[in-house]
């Protein structure tokens, strides 16, 4: 992909920054908290885990209007998906009361491709994966009108390889695969209708997210 200008960065950034419509700072939960006995970095791997379980084109990141929101979610974490390009998204969904949401503001997946020569392994995988998010342009996350600010320490890295393909169903083994990004955990919102608004921009790489999230 052709990397971004600054120009197209910077409309881009203030693209991501319209339309949101109250929530406490206190929702963010900090990059290093664990949540339900796993770090947020563990988070990421079953985020990806999660994502790559769908075929393609039935997948929530895949969804233009959020009727998969609720798809092979269980526990108490549920994930919000990113986007495949760059067009920005808009999605609405209902979400259960007393649930965490973890999402990636932007981030990147590295796993072997059929036929590599040679196969990748573990080290050059998570090497690619850190190269790839380490120029990050942009990150935004806004929740009811409440802007938040340094989410560069949100940034996560797998800690070993992972097999990205053990919740696909039935599952195949992609392995050594290594992800790297920024993500955030929130603790569970109040009741109510909440809009989060979540991106960032990497050199060739944007993310434009939209939520209205119904929570009952």
């Not at 393609?56 to 998969?68: C, E, H, K, M, W």
């Not at 609720?70 to 986007?83: C, E, H, I």
Request: proline letters at 8%; charged letters at 20%.
């Amino acid at each position: 992909m052709k990397p971004f200008t600054i120009r197209g960065t910077a409309a881009f950034v203030c693209l991501l920054l319209l339309g949101t419509a109250r929530a406490d700072k206190a929702v963010l939960v900090p990059p290093g908290e664990a949540i339900a006995g796993r770090t947020q970095a563990e988070w990421s791997v079953a985020w990806w885990q999660w994502a790559r379980s769908f075929e393609r084109d039935s997948s929530p990141v895949a969804d233009r209007t959020g009727a998969l929101c609720s798809a092979r979610q269980s526990g108490d974490v549920w994930f919000l998906a990113g986007t495949y390009g760059t067009r920005r998204t808009i999605r609405a969904c209902k979400v259960p009361a007393g649930k965490h949401l973890f999402f990636p503001l932007i981030n990147y997946v590295v796993y072997p491709r059929p036929g590599a020569v040679p196969p990748p392994n573990c080290m050059s995988v998570m090497s690619e994966a850190a190269v790839s998010t380490d120029d990050v342009a942009a990150l935004i996350l806004d929740i009811d009108d409440t802007r938040f600010h340094e989410l560069a320490s949100h940034r996560q890295a797998t800690r070993q390889c992972f097999d990205l393909g053990a919740a696909a169903q039935p599952p195949r083994r992609v392995y050594p695969s290594a992800a790297n990004g920024y993500y955030v955990m929130l603790r569970p919102l109040p009741p109510g209708r909440h809009v989060v608004n979540f991106g960032g921009a990497l050199p060739g790489m944007l993310q434009a997210v939209t939520y209205t999230l119904d929570v009952e």
